[in-house]
């Protein structure tokens, strides 16, 4: 008797390497075909849902800056964002109103486009973070008694241009094929950076102590 092992599934000893064999009963075995996964792809649902969160981010900063430049919409103008940024304790009020509202008027023009969306997005969320900074003590929920003096929405349209510094416009977009659009996760790591680089040094370095 040999005292070399065999198993259950091969026809002899010999057949150890070979890919198929009989099995309990003699019945024969092979290997078993596993059906191929479907490639992940992108689809034209993601860049629908990438359109309309665009629109919906971008365009209500769009809305607020024709408030602030404009006046539009019964909006405070200029005059009132620069008392707004005086109150809230910035310094060279003049200046950073007029970033301020440019940023929130071409930047949410360029989203709801998708043109430049990394860099345009990113400077909404460094908006958005100046604003609930500021704006936390007030509480969370716009239901709750400081109303619209809370974060709610600054945090919600915040997370939405951080999404789409991270994600990028799709391919519904003025900026479709260009570099950032095609490999937006690098571009996005990037400019996420630089946004929230940008929003600290406005709170801590613009701001009076």
Known sequence: MSDQQTSLFDSDPGA??????????????????????????????????????????????????????????????????????????????????????LTELVGGAAVVLGLFTPLAAAGLLALMINAVLLKAVNGFFIAGPPGAASVELEVVLGLGAA??????????????????????????????????AAALAVYFLLRQR
């Open 163 to 196: 999404a789409l510094v991270l994600t990028g416009a799709g391919r519904v977009a003025l900026e479709n094929g260009r570099t950032w659009n095609r490999r937006p996760a690098p571009w996005g790591v990037l400019f996420l950076i630089i946004g929230v």
């Open 16 to 101: 150890s390497g070979s890919g198929s064999g009989f099995g309990l009963g003699g019945a024969t075995t092979q290997p078993l075909d596993r059906p191929k996964r479907r490639e992940l792809t992108w689809n034209p649902s993601a860049d629908l849902g990438l359109l309309l969160l665009r629109f919906a981010v971008g365009g209500v900063f769009f809305a607020h800056g024709m408030q602030h430049v404009f006046g539009l919409w019964g909006g405070v103008g200029m005059t009132g964002l620069r008392n707004a940024l005086t109150a809230f304790g910035f310094r060279n009020v003049n200046v950073l109103a007029w970033v301020t509202a």
